[in-house]
């Protein structure tokens, strides 16, 4: 079974600084991985994902996600947070093969203060 | 707009009542899936389809929770005899037979007073 840590119940970081959000994870074979954000009253919002390749991966709003997979993480990034990222965001795996349902984890709380 | 659309957005019952929530995917997107949130904690995987068929549930999914999805295109989400544990926003979420991410709906807020 797979299954995903989100050590961080919450991160606060000052606008314009380094932004991180933390994920491990633990699935047989090899994972697709994914960042999801939700924003109050509104549903999940797909970030990035990683398959396959470049370890580094590029997604929407500016955020990027690197893959380590001796560390088992997938660790969520953006060089310069904006007050407008406050936000809860999801990790989120999927064994792959014909396996498509993803288990995420219980999510972290960003706040990104002006 | 062309995103999963769920209806209704919230709907509270009383306990013992039955319950059904509609999900229109994104157009031609063949697998469809339904998941459970609670405050607090991340989406729980309920069931997934692809095109008509039902093809995995989760052991979350009681004898009281039947899905469907006639025609491979929208879907329903039938709870019946709610209990207050049912109490969750219930997302539903497609993709495409190629793609892996899932683009959700906004859920639908249930609330069993």
């Known amino acids: 079974a797979q299954s995903v840590a989100q050590p961080e119940d919450q991160v606060n970081v000052a606008e314009g600084n380094p932004l991180t959000v933390k994920c491990t994870y633990s699935?047989?074979?090899?994972?697709?991985l994914f960042w999801y954000v939700q924003y109050p009253n509104r549903g999940l919002q797909f970030l990035l994902k990683?398959?396959?390749?470049?370890?580094l991966v590029k997604g929407s709003y500016g955020f990027e996600a690197e893959f380590n997979k001796s560390q088992t993480s997938f660790h969520l990034k953006k060089p310069s947070a904006l007050v407008s990222d406050s936000a809860l965001y999801f990790c989120?795996?999927?064994?792959?093969?014909?396996?498509?349902?993803?288990?995420f984890g219980a999510g972290t709380t960003v706040t990104v203060r002006a | 707009d062309t995103g999963v659309s769920q209806d209704p957005r919230h709907k509270i019952t009383k306990r013992g009542q039955n319950v059904t929530f509609r999900c229109d995917p994104i157009s031609e997107h063949n697998r469809l899936y339904w998941y459970r949130q609670t405050l607090g904690q991340g989406p729980e995987f309920l069931t997934y389809f692809q095109n008509e068929a039902q093809l995995e549930k989760s052991r979350l999914l009681s004898d009281r929770f039947s899905a469907e999805r006639p025609k491979g295109s929208f879907s329903t989400l039938e709870i019946q005899r709610t209990e207050q544990g049912d109490s969750a926003m219930y997302l539903c979420?497609?993709?495409?037979?190629?793609?892996?991410?899932?683009?959700f709906g906004q859920g639908t807020r249930l609330t069993v007073v």
């Open positions: 989120a795996v999927s064994p792959g093969g014909g396996d498509y349902k993803l288990s």
């Open positions: 979420a497609s993709s495409t037979r190629q793609g892996r991410e899932a683009f």
């Open positions: 990683y398959i396959t390749g470049d370890n």
């Open positions: 699935v047989s074979g090899n994972p697709y």
